[in-house]
């Protein structure tokens, strides 16, 4: 029996990829850091019945439209705005995502990129690289307390539950807003649910944890900015295009917020002279949320795992609803 064909868009390590060998025909694009381009993915996905991909690859109408033999694409993330779900649904193409293994190295980071920001580690260890430490004095890089603080989580997904928890072991008051009330995380862990204008108005770190939707777009915007505390540092572990990045530029450079800690941005990668990178207030990292050893592999063999399922006739394992 012919094994089905299955491409994915980034060369993954053998050691994941050849224990599927046996079952599946695979092929790689060569490069592990370059995307493979637009043209070679549209061709790969007319004979292709699965498809790994990454979240900088488009897997629009016209991918989805014009292959007869795509059965599955698995996104190796947990996000999943850059593929459209209303197309895939019309032409019966299943989407999973990698939900769960990542969660909690995801809420590391954040917390990781709040606790960076805050305390102003960057610049910290900067200085004493560049031989630039001098003296000791009384107020050196100090930077903001975490302790006993509010932070404010938007979106309280299985991410934000664990940073949530990790804000509490920290003795952190935690509020949050999601579209719908999350009852059990708020008696197990004492969160308290706030309105979105509260939430701006009342948490030194805000913390986007929303999805990429027509809804969310620009959500944090230059209205929103200026109604956070002036001490206020914002924090986005989600999808960049969520803020308007200029408008964040301005809120900082401007005082109106202390600063930023940013693992995405509205086009990634950012481009070397966009102004958010000039400001030392703004801690921004290349998109490795969910990037340990342990959790990559994790989400490597589960995306392949989907493609197996489905194309055996099985259900997937972490489809995308
Ligand atoms: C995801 O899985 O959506 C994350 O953004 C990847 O780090």
Redesign the pocket.
């Given at each position: 029996m012919t094994k089905p064909y299955v491409y994915i868009t980034r060369k993954l390590p053998d050691d994941v990829v050849d224990s599927f060998r046996e079952k599946l025909n695979i092929n790689m694009w060569d490069s592990a850091e370059e995307s493979v381009p637009y043209k070679k993915l549209l061709e790969e996905s007319k004979k292709a019945e699965g498809l790994v991909t990454m979240?900088s690859d488009p897997i629009d109408e016209t991918i989805l439209s014009q292959t007869d033999t795509l059965k599955v694409v698995a996104n190796l993330?947990?996000?999943f705005d850059n593929i459209d779900i209303e197309s895939a649904k019309k032409h019966r193409i299943t989407v999973t995502n990698?939900p769960d293994v990542?969660t909690d190295t995801?809420a590391d980071l954040t917390f990781a990129l709040l606790m960076t920001t805050a305390r102003r580690i960057l610049e910290a260890a900067d200085m004493v690289k560049k031989g630039e430490w001098e003296h000791w004095s009384p107020l050196l890089l100090a930077g903001s307390d975490i302790h006993h603080k509010t932070i404010g989580i938007v979106g309280m997904g299985r991410i934000g539950e664990v940073v949530a928890k990790r804000a509490r072991g920290f003795d952190m008051n935690v509020i949050y807003h999601n579209r719908t009330r999350k009852q059990k995380a708020e008696e197990e862990l004492g969160l308290n649910y706030v309105s979105f204008d509260q939430l701006i108005s009342s948490a030194d770190f805000v913390v986007s944890l929303v999805p990429l939707t027509d809804e969310t777009h620009h959500l944090f915007n230059a209205n929103v900015f200026s109604h956070m505390k002036d001490e206020a540092i914002f924090i986005n572990a989600s999808r960049g295009k969520v803020m308007d990045e200029m408008a964040l530029y301005e809120a900082v450079k401007s005082g109106e917020i202390r600063g930023a800690g940013l693992d995405?941005f509205e086009d990634e990668p950012i481009s070397a002279d966009h102004p958010l990178l000039t400001l030392k207030e703004v801690t921004c990292l290349p998109?490795?949320?969910?990037?340990s050893l342990e959790t990559r592999y994790q989400m490597m063999e589960l995306s392949l795992n989907n493609i197996l399922q489905v194309l055996e006739g099985n259900g997937p394992m972490t489809a995308v609803d």
């Open positions: 979240l993330a947990v996000g990698t990542l995801t995405v998109h490795i949320g969910s990037a």
